[in-house]
Structure formats: structure tokens, C-alpha cells
């Protein structure tokens, strides 16, 4: 979901009332029980307090989209705060932060399972739909349009250099195939140049544009880098294979007044709890499960 203010974070209440709908029909398509589902919310999940610890949550996008059974793309028809524009299925689509949540998904488990909410209800997305928002960069940023504090500031787009060149070094090195790597494949390396741009324009002082540096050549290098044998995907497997299941911790969350109802409270967690579902029936001494052995246990995942 799109952010519609500038001083107040998370989703207005027509939004909430959206993901609440949403979850519920969600759970009913895919004959989860209430009880056993736990709901990624990037305001709740991503630290938002601390900026080293959230740079530390962004730059895992990748791992939560692997790990969440769906991903609900919330769009109802709304206006921003500040701006009075109006937001809807056709704004999110141009979001930098929507386009970067829908491609970590689908290039992790595909497009199954992805869906869009807006006034017309809740829907399956296409792969021709997922195809035109995958073109990251090309998404707009508040930071952008605000100047970044007259050129004082950096761009969000360099946050996520980071985290995109890990997805591109996984599906990339991976040997073996699924529905997220066959996506990267069809839909990604085609048009990586676009996707990954070794430059972008920073809006500067006095809304001047510099270009700047963002890729550069990192994606050359890992190509290089791969094709020469000397990276492959199969050590990384196995750390994320033996880390998985330690990660169990507790948090608190909180819920705009008067919300969310007593059916829908159980899907809520916070940004440890999304860990805690996915490792549920695991202790630190069992081998981490695999994503096969993940889809039959009873608890599952849903990404707002």
C-alpha cells in the first residue's frame, strides 16, 4: 500500500479497512484457519525508530518475501493528506517502494499468490501485470519529489542496492529451478539494464538534476563473477538453511483505535512474530525445513 501523508506513517483507515477485507477473503480462498496466520506489515515489521536497524530490515525484503504465503497489494480508491491527490490501484503501481515488494515476491515464489485489492475487490494478478511494475527505478519517490531537503539528503534508490543485488546473485546463481527463478528469468533478464541502472537522477539543490552513480558496474562484476565459477548460490543456501530457524523472538504491536476486529486479531504480528510463524514447529537444534515442508505446516504468511 501507498503511505498518504507525510508526517503520519502506516495505512489511513480506509486502507486498514482494506487489508482487514482483504486477509479475511485471502484465508477463504486458501482455507487457512484465522488462527494459524500471521500478517507482514511493513510499518509493524520494519523498525522504523532507528535508521541503522531499519536499513538492516530493508535490506531483507528478499528473505520476508520468500517466507510469506501470499502478498495483497492494498489500493482502494483514497486521496494523500497533504497533496489531495488521489491514490489508487494505478498510483500504487508507480510507487519505487510498491514496485520493490511485488518484485521480491514474484522472484521468490512467482506470481501465484500475489493480489491486488482495490474497489472492485480483491483479485489474482497477472504475470503481464507483475512484468509492468518489476522496472523498479522507474517508480517515483517522496523523497525525490520533495528535492531531499534542497540536495542535502540521499535518495532512497540507493538504500535498495544492496538488497536488489542479492536477489539478482540468488536467482541469477541459482541451479535449480522454481517458479520465483523461472519469473527472474522470463521477466528480469531481459530488461536488467532497465532494472538495475548503473545511474539515476538526484534531485539537487534548487531542484537541479546531477547523475549519479547507483549499479554501476556491480552487476557486470557478478556476472563475471559467476560465469567464472568463482560465486554460486549453493553457500548461501546453506546459511539461510542453518540461520532460519533461530531466529525466535517476541514483540508488541499496535493498531489504530477502535481496530482492528477480534476475528482478524490473531493474522497480526509484528516483525519478529513473521519469523517466529515461519520456524513455528522448529528449535534451533532441527535442520531448517524446506520451502515444500514450510507450505504444509498449519501456520501462513500474508504480506501487506
Not at 517522496?142 to 540507493?158: A, K
Not at 535449480?176 to 528469468?185: H, M, W
Request: hydrophobic residues 35%.
Amino acid at each position: 500500500y501507498q503511505w498518504l501523508s507525510w508526517s503520519r506513517k502506516g495505512a489511513n483507515q480506509l486502507q486498514f479497512g482494506a487489508m482487514k477485507s482483504s486477509v479475511q477473503q485471502v484465508i477463504e480462498k486458501r482455507n487457512w484457519s484465522a488462527g494459524r496466520v500471521y500478517v507482514w506489515i511493513d510499518v509493524l515489521s520494519i523498525p522504523q525508530a532507528h535508521k541503522a536497524v531499519q536499513n538492516l530490515a530493508i535490506h531483507s525484503l528478499f528473505t520476508y518475501a520468500k517466507c510469506s504465503d501470499a502478498l495483497v497489494c492494498i489500493c482502494p480508491t483514497s486521496r494523500h493528506e497533504d497533496t489531495n491527490e488521489v491514490a489508487n490501484a494505478q498510483t500504487f503501481e508507480r510507487r519505487l517502494w510498491c514496485r520493490m515488494e511485488v518484485l521480491a515476491r514474484c522472484c521468490s515464489n512467482g506470481v501465484k499468490g500475489v493480489y491486488v485489492c482495490d474497489d472492485s475487490g480483491l483479485r489474482a494478478v497477472t504475470r503481464e501485470w507483475a512484468k509492468s511494475v518489476v522496472r523498479v527505478f522507474d517508480g517515483e519517490l517522496t523523497c525525490c519529489r520533495r528535492g531531499h531537503n534542497d540536495g542535502t539528503e540521499p535518495c532512497d534508490r540507493t538504500i535498495l542496492v544492496l538488497t536488489l543485488l542479492g536477489l539478482y546473485f540468488e536467482c541469477y546463481a541459482c541451479t535449480y529451478s522454481t517458479s520465483g527463478v523461472e519469473f527472474f528469468r522470463e521477466m528480469i533478464l531481459p530488461q536488467k539494464e532497465a532494472i538495475f541502472p548503473k545511474e539515476y537522477d538526484y534531485v539537487g539543490k534548487g531542484g537541479r538534476l546531477e547523475r549519479r552513480e547507483l549499479f554501476g558496474d556491480l552487476i557486470a562484476r557478478i556476472d563475471s563473477k559467476i560465469r567464472a565459477g568463482e560465486l554460486s548460490c549453493d553457500l548461501t543456501y546453506r546459511i539461510s538453511r542453518r540461520m532460519s530457524p533461530t531466529i525466535r523472538t517476541e514483540g508488541i504491536i499496535e493498531v489504530p483505535e477502535g481496530g482492528p476486529d477480534k476475528d482478524i486479531t490473531p493474522m497480526v504480528s509484528t516483525h519478529s512474530g513473521f519469523f517466529e510463524a515461519a520456524s513455528a514447529d522448529n528449535t534451533a537444534e532441527k535442520a531448517s525445513p524446506t520451502r515444500e515442508e514450510y507450505s504444509q505446516d498449519n501456520n501462513s504468511q500474508v504480506a501487506l
